[in-house]
């Protein structure tokens, strides 16, 4: 897996709102995969699990 991403909505828990960003895809411990990003708006770090594949 060669620096896979993600783009889609992500939800912001500072902003408190779903806001469209891009992300890098990681593999956890537990083998679950997750897209993380940061928010364009306020610079917070975002997290979004995705489907298995």
Do not use: H, Q
Not at 13 to 26: I, M, N, P
Request: charged share 30%; glycine share 10%; proline share 2%.
């Amino acid at each position: 897996m060669a620096d896979e991403t993600w783009s889609g909505e992500f939800y912001c828990v500072k902003c408190k709102e779903k806001r469209e960003a891009e992300g890098k895809v990681v593999t956890t411990e537990n083998g679950r995969r997750m897209a993380k990003g940061v928010c364009p708006v306020c610079g917070t770090n975002l997290n979004r699990i995705l489907a298995k594949a």
